[in-house]
């Protein structure tokens, strides 16, 4: 059995209310947009995801960003997690992500989170997205228990969970 139900399709387009942005899987031809994106907000986002996944090391390269988002991309065709990019609507930067995966810790069937580049934290687009992930999830996917990481639980809290067996 896995985390998500056979006959789940994940959606592919996903409007941000309120704004001229949407959300899409990440694929590998995003890095010319996703390095810049991840790597002008890196200190911010190593404070966030830093101690839980070791993301994005200070030295990353563009060719590592290339091969973390073709496995992301191959994940997602697999189903067994989502990274979906925060894109303007001609798709020329990316502006954040948000992550759906299966649960690494007890307590949640679905682990979700987000991120917007620096520019955009405190504003209105930021507001909009923090509105839309967990209306979306809750609309559009099969979980009971989503947890929402560095919302509903800090990642500190979530580190100390017992690990999903």
Same mark, same amino acid.
């Given at each position: 059995? @896995?985390?998500?139900?056979?006959?789940?399709?994940?959606?592919?387009?996903?409007? *941000?209310?309120? @704004?001229?942005?949407?959300?899409?899987?990440?694929?590998?031809?995003? @890095?010319?947009?996703?390095?810049?994106?991840?790597?002008?907000? /890196?200190? /911010?986002? &190593?404070?966030?995801?830093?101690?839980?996944?070791? &993301?994005?090391?200070?030295?990353?390269?563009?060719?590592?960003?290339?091969?973390?988002?073709?496995?992301?991309?191959?994940?997602?065709?697999?189903?067994?997690?989502?990274?979906?990019?925060?894109?303007?609507?001609?798709?020329?930067?990316?502006?954040?992500?948000?992550?759906?995966?299966?649960?690494?810790? @007890?307590?949640?069937?679905?682990?979700?989170?987000?991120?917007?580049?620096?520019?955009? *934290?405190?504003?209105?687009?930021?507001?909009?997205?923090? #509105?839309?992930?967990?209306? &979306?999830?809750?609309?559009? &996917?099969?979980?009971?228990?989503?947890?929402?990481?560095?919302?509903?639980?800090?990642?500190?809290?979530?580190? #100390?969970?017992? /690990?999903?067996?």
């Amino acid at each position: 059995m @896995t985390w998500l139900p056979e006959e789940f399709v994940h959606p592919v387009h996903v409007p *941000v209310p309120g @704004t001229a942005l949407h959300l899409r899987p990440i694929r590998e031809a995003d @890095t010319p947009l996703d390095y810049p994106a991840v790597m002008g907000s /890196r200190e /911010r986002l &190593w404070e966030i995801f830093g101690p839980a996944w070791a &993301w994005p090391s200070e030295t990353m390269t563009y060719e590592e960003d290339r091969v973390d988002l073709l496995r992301h991309e191959m994940e997602i065709a697999a189903h067994q997690s989502f990274n979906y990019a925060l894109l303007d609507e001609g798709e020329t930067a990316i502006l954040g992500c948000v992550y759906v995966d299966p649960p690494e810790r @007890t307590g949640s069937d679905g682990e979700v989170s987000w991120w917007v580049v620096d520019d955009l *934290v405190g504003s209105e687009v930021e507001a909009a997205v923090d #509105a839309l992930v967990p209306q &979306w999830i809750a609309a559009d &996917w099969p979980f009971r228990q989503p947890r929402y990481l560095g919302r509903d639980i800090t990642w500190q809290d979530w580190l #100390a969970l017992p /690990r999903v067996p």
